[in-house]
């Protein structure tokens, strides 16, 4: 064994040799699963400590796909609270150990891949003792602002170098980056929150998966939680994966499971009593338990393909998630709608939501017409409203009528031609607003509230009327269309700031959009299902069906929601009316269901917040 007199140097150069000797070692001869539990440690997050795989017990398997050579592409769908960008990092400084490479990790913007640096790789680079004398830079100190800085002049935040590679860390919105170097490591991360484009380079996991070409021995993360059906690429690359569940053992039976949302039960909608129960013998697994089944779980592919493995994660394998929690959740997007179920079903389920926009046949919804009109009303309606769309040369009204549990009677659809400018044609709606309608046992029905749309070239009009008919007595309201997640029919109204003096109501129009869109979807008679009357035509119901919701990403990459529309829409909108007829006095309503009020009454009954919104 070689001697090495060391008193003739000086110490940074003793180091330094020491360092040099120390890179000559061959890498330890060690699985990846080994290494992280017996050098991996956790600088952050409400545990801090050493790294241990059994606190999620199913990322070894994907750390071991991702230290196979056969494996060349690992795709990770996950719901929230599974442990997986913690263990990917950790399978980074392993690779920095044992198999260092070129890499690059792609989040969706670089603000996002600063935080990650600067919360999770930094501390992990600064305190992983096993690879520090790998490291080309002095990995920060928090404490020492003098060297931070020094560190961060020398070594960008977004770059980090170690003996055999390099990291660079990127957003999508930096094509640049994306485009810049051969690399053979490439994580990317959230991918469905990646912008569409990177700028005018196109697709930007594409633009890095190209860098990759050079590298026989490449590997790929595709890691994401997934967001809607078709729009999903983790979805995508998960359908090309030989998609693998994990399955557990039950305690009782031995039963090997895929641990599923269905597979909870509990009582009278109370979180607490909230359980897993097993497929196979319907014993009840406590928390604990089931943490204890994820511990003896395994993987299983449920598709043949070779090099790429793919792995579907939900929050019921993950030990820091409780059933009462995700039953808790699941209750809460029930009550709140399409985009708290989305939420719900991404982050707790892993999975994609499918909003269940395919069309409702025109013709099934045309033969659902019924023998009534507005002359021969069904007796079970207690309250009617009315929805104007005000266009350039017409006005369409729908008149509907509501039972209980809002069970929705649309009684005719009118349409007056003409210009909303001329008063010709308002007292031509007038007439239609102050006729009496006839119920099927002769009692007569007066519109109670009316709602008309005031977008348009016909404003002031609109506003004029509004405030002639409000000073009679009557509940008729000038409605502006406002997108965004607001309440259907505000509490108060807004002034004009155009017209002096005139007042309009802010109405949520998403949220009236998305009623109307999911209420004509009710095929069972009840609760807020939909009635067509006997003269409602063909092209009424084209129009009733030519809006829908779509999903997309705006420019800042962010998913929205927005509304297409593939033609005329006036029925559709009209409906839209009604449900802010309805929702304007919906107290008044229920005192109609509850027979406290007449439908009379409905129409004149005014209120102090009514007197509040006249004066206002
Ligand atoms: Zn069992």
Redesign the pocket.
């Known amino acids: 064994m070689l001697e090495l007199d060391l008193s003739q140097y000086t110490k940074p150069e003793i180091d330094l040799i020491k360092k040099a000797l120390a890179s000559l070692k061959p890498p330890e001869k060690i699985t990846v699963v080994d290494w992280v539990n017996k050098y991996g440690v956790l600088p952050f997050g409400a545990e801090p400590g050493p790294y241990s795989t059994n606190r999620a017990k199913y990322v070894e398997g994907i750390l071991f796909e991702a230290t196979n050579p056969r494996i060349e592409q690992l795709v990770i769908r996950k719901s929230a609270q599974t442990g997986i960008t913690t263990a990917l990092l950790q399978h980074f400084l392993y690779s920095i150990d044992c198999d260092p490479g070129p890499g690059l990790y792609v989040m969706p913007t670089e603000g996002g891949a600063r935080d990650i640096i600067r919360e999770r790789l930094d501390p992990l680079l600064m305190e992983t003792k096993k690879i520090q004398d790998k490291l080309f830079f002095d990995p920060p100190q928090p404490k020492d602002n003098t060297r931070r800085k020094k560190k961060q002049s020398s070594d960008t935040l977004l770059f980090k170098r170690f003996r055999g590679g390099q990291l660079n860390i990127s957003g999508t919105n930096s094509p640049s980056n994306l485009a810049s170097r051969f690399i053979r490591y490439l994580w990317l991360d959230e991918v469905d929150k990646f912008a569409e484009s990177a700028k005018e380079s196109g697709d930007p996991a594409n633009l890095a998966i190209k860098r990759t070409q050079t590298f026989k021995n490449r590997k790929i993360f595709w890691c994401s939680t997934p967001t809607v059906k078709g729009l999903s690429r983790i979805t995508k690359a998960f359908e090309e994966s030989d998609q693998r569940y994990y399955k557990v053992p ?1 305690r ?2 031995g ?1 090997f499971q895929v641990m599923e949302f269905e597979n909870i039960n509990y009582i009278n909608d109370d979180p607490a009593t909230a359980h897993y129960a ?1 497929l ?2 319907g ?1 009840v697994w406590s928390d604990l338990e089931r943490w204890d089944s994820v511990l003896k779980g395994y993987w299983e592919p449920t598709k043949e393909t070779k090099r790429i493995a793919g792995f579907q994660l939900n929050e019921l394998m993950s030990s820091w998630a409780t059933i009462e929690r995700i039953v808790t959740d699941y209750l809460v997007a029930v009550k709140g709608g399409p985009e708290l179920m989305r939420t719900f079903t991404n982050e707790t389920l892993g999975l994609p939501f499918n909003e269940n926009i395919e069309e409702t046949p025109i013709n099934d919804l045309f033969d659902r017409k019924e023998d009534f009109d507005s002359q021969s009303i069904p007796n079970d309606v207690v309250y009617l409203v009315l929805g104007t769309d005000t266009q350039d040369h017409s006005l369409h009204s729908t008149l509907v009528g509501f039972g209980q549990n809002q069970e929705t009677y649309v009684l005719d659809h009118f349409i007056i031609q003409g210009s909303p400018g001329e008063d010709e044609t308002f007292d031509e709606l007038e007439k239609i607003r102050t006729a009496k309608y006839r119920k099927q046992n002769g009692e007569l029905m007066s519109i109670a509230v009316h709602c008309q749309d005031s977008a348009g070239h016909f404003t002031e009009q609109c506003y004029r009327w509004s405030a002639k008919t409000l000073k009679s007595g009557y509940k008729s309201y000038a409605v502006k269309s406002i997108p965004g997640n607001r309440p259907i029919f505000p509490r108060t109204p807004s002034r004009s700031a155009k017209y002096k003096g005139l007042t309009f109501y802010s109405m949520g129009s998403d949220t009236t959009k998305q009623m109307t869109f999911d209420r004509i979807k009710i095929k069972d008679v009840g609760k807020c299902y939909i009635h067509f009357g006997k003269n409602l035509s063909l092209e009424y119901f084209q129009e009733l069906t030519n809006e829908y919701p779509k999903y997309t990403f705006d420019k800042r990459g962010k998913m929205v929601k927005v509304w297409i529309q593939r033609g005329k829409n006036e029925a559709f909108d009209c409906l839209g009316l009604c449900w802010a007829s309805l929702y304007a006095h919906l107290s008044h309503y229920q005192q109609a269901c509850s027979g406290t009020i007449t439908p009379v009454q409905a129409v004149r009954k005014s209120s102090y917040l009514e007197k509040m919104r006249e004066t206002a």
Do not use: A, Q, R
Request: aromatic share 0%; glycine share 0%.
């Open positions: 039950c009782h039976c039963e097993c196979k013998c014993s």
